[in-house]
C-alpha cells in the first residue's frame, strides 16, 4: 500500500505539473519552459542529496541517464500536442504508455495478483476511452495527438530504467536523471534559441519544475518499494488529474466515452492498491 501511496502521490505532482504546462507551452515553446523549470527542480534534488551526505551508489544509478532521456523527450512532445490539441485528449493518450512497463514486468517475472491485474485492464482500458474524441472538430486535433503518440512511448521507456536505477538510491536516481534532462534541454537551448519565458511566467515554471521533480521522486522512492508493473501504472494516471483540471478550469468538454474511461481508471487504481 505505501507503493502504491508513493506513486499515487508522483501521478497528482505530474498531473498538475503537466496542465501548468498545458496552459503554458500554448505562448511558450517546451524548451523555454523546460529551461527554466527543470533547473528549478534539479537544485532542490541537488539540496536534498547534498545535505544527506552519502555519494552514488554504483554503476546503475546509470539507468537513470536513460530514463531522462526518454522523460525528456516525451515533455518536450507532450507539450507540443497539449500546445496543438486539447488537454483533455492529448493527456490519456500519453498515459498509454503504462502499457509498455507493464508487458515488460511481467515478462521479467512480476506476479501481480488477479485483482491486480484487473485493475491494469480497466486503467488501461480508461486512458484509451478517455482519448477519444468522438465530436466533429476532433480532426483539428491530428497534429496533437501525433505529438500525444510520440509522447506515450517516450515516457513509457521511462519508466523501466529509472525503476532499475532506483533500486540502488532513489534519491541518486532522482538526481542523476534531473542533472542529464538539464544537460540535454541546455543543449537544445544553445541549438534553437527559442523566445525567453517573461518575467511573469516565473512563478508557474518554477512550481512545474518543483511538481515535476516531486513526481520524479516519488516514483522513485515507489519504485524502492512495489512491482514495476504496479507503481508504473499508477504514477502513469497523471492524466487523470490532467483531464479533471483542465474540465474544472478550462470548461473543456468531455464525452461521456471519456468519462467513462475517467471511472474506469479511478476503479483501475483502487483495484491495484487492494491488490
Same mark, same amino acid.
Given at each position: 500500500?505505501?507503493?502504491?501511496? *508513493?506513486?499515487?502521490?508522483?501521478?497528482?505532482?505530474? $498531473?498538475?505539473?503537466? %496542465? !501548468?504546462?498545458?496552459?503554458?507551452?500554448?505562448?511558450?515553446?517546451?524548451?523555454?519552459? *523546460?529551461? /527554466?523549470?527543470?533547473?528549478?527542480?534539479?537544485?532542490?534534488?541537488? #539540496?536534498?542529496?547534498?545535505?544527506?551526505?552519502?555519494?552514488?551508489?554504483?554503476?546503475?544509478? +546509470?539507468?537513470?541517464?536513460?530514463?531522462?532521456? %526518454?522523460?525528456?523527450?516525451?515533455?518536450?512532445?507532450?507539450? =507540443?500536442?497539449?500546445?496543438?490539441?486539447?488537454?483533455?485528449?492529448?493527456?490519456?493518450?500519453? @498515459?498509454?504508455?503504462?502499457? /509498455?512497463?507493464?508487458?515488460?514486468?511481467?515478462?521479467?517475472?512480476?506476479?501481480?495478483?488477479?485483482?491486480?491485474?484487473?485493475?491494469?485492464?480497466?486503467?488501461?482500458? @480508461?486512458?484509451? !476511452?478517455?482519448?477519444?474524441?468522438?465530436?466533429?472538430?476532433?480532426?483539428?486535433?491530428?497534429? @496533437?495527438?501525433?505529438?500525444?503518440?510520440?509522447?506515450?512511448?517516450?515516457?513509457?521507456?521511462?519508466?523501466?530504467?529509472?525503476?532499475?536505477?532506483?533500486?540502488?538510491?532513489?534519491?541518486?536516481?532522482?538526481?542523476?536523471?534531473?542533472?542529464?534532462? #538539464?544537460?540535454?534541454?541546455?543543449?537544445?537551448?544553445?541549438?534553437?534559441?527559442?523566445? =525567453?519565458? =517573461?518575467?511573469?511566467?516565473?512563478?508557474?515554471?518554477?512550481?512545474? $519544475?518543483?511538481?515535476?521533480?516531486?513526481?520524479?521522486?516519488?516514483?522513485?522512492?515507489?519504485?524502492?518499494?512495489?512491482?514495476?508493473?504496479?507503481?508504473? #501504472?499508477?504514477?502513469?494516471?497523471?492524466?487523470?488529474?490532467?483531464? &479533471? +483540471?483542465? =474540465?474544472?478550469?478550462?470548461?473543456?468538454?468531455?464525452?461521456?466515452?471519456?468519462? &467513462?474511461?475517467? +471511472?474506469?481508471? !479511478?476503479?483501475? #487504481?483502487?483495484? /491495484?492498491?487492494? $491488490?
Amino acid at each position: 500500500m505505501f507503493a502504491a501511496a *508513493l506513486a499515487l502521490a508522483a501521478a497528482a505532482s505530474w $498531473g498538475i505539473g503537466d %496542465f !501548468l504546462g498545458g496552459l503554458k507551452s500554448r505562448t511558450l515553446h517546451p524548451i523555454a519552459i *523546460l529551461i /527554466i523549470a527543470q533547473p528549478i527542480g534539479g537544485a532542490i534534488v541537488a #539540496i536534498w542529496v547534498l545535505v544527506r551526505g552519502e555519494g552514488p551508489p554504483g554503476r546503475e544509478i +546509470l539507468w537513470a541517464c536513460l530514463a531522462a532521456v %526518454f522523460g525528456t523527450t516525451g515533455l518536450v512532445a507532450f507539450y =507540443r500536442g497539449m500546445a496543438a490539441g486539447a488537454l483533455s485528449i492529448v493527456a490519456p493518450i500519453a @498515459g498509454a504508455g503504462a502499457a /509498455i512497463p507493464v508487458v515488460w514486468g511481467l515478462a521479467h517475472g512480476d506476479d501481480p495478483s488477479r485483482w491486480q491485474e484487473l485493475g491494469f485492464a480497466a486503467a488501461l482500458v @480508461g486512458v484509451v !476511452l478517455a482519448s477519444l474524441e468522438r465530436r466533429p472538430q476532433a480532426a483539428r486535433l491530428a497534429a @496533437g495527438v501525433g505529438w500525444a503518440a510520440i509522447a506515450m512511448v517516450a515516457f513509457g521507456g521511462y519508466y523501466v530504467p529509472m525503476h532499475a536505477a532506483s533500486h540502488a538510491d532513489f534519491l541518486w536516481a532522482a538526481f542523476v536523471f534531473r542533472l542529464t534532462s #538539464i544537460s540535454m534541454i541546455s543543449i537544445a537551448w544553445l541549438v534553437l534559441r527559442p523566445p =525567453r519565458a =517573461r518575467r511573469a511566467d516565473l512563478p508557474v515554471l518554477a512550481s512545474m $519544475g518543483l511538481l515535476d521533480t516531486g513526481g520524479n521522486v516519488f516514483f522513485a522512492a515507489a519504485s524502492t518499494k512495489g512491482l514495476v508493473s504496479v507503481v508504473s #501504472i499508477l504514477a502513469s494516471l497523471y492524466p487523470v488529474v490532467t483531464v &479533471l +483540471l483542465a =474540465r474544472a478550469v478550462l470548461h473543456e468538454r468531455v464525452d461521456h466515452s471519456q468519462e &467513462l474511461g475517467i +471511472l474506469l481508471a !479511478l476503479v483501475g #487504481i483502487v483495484l /491495484i492498491s487492494a $491488490g
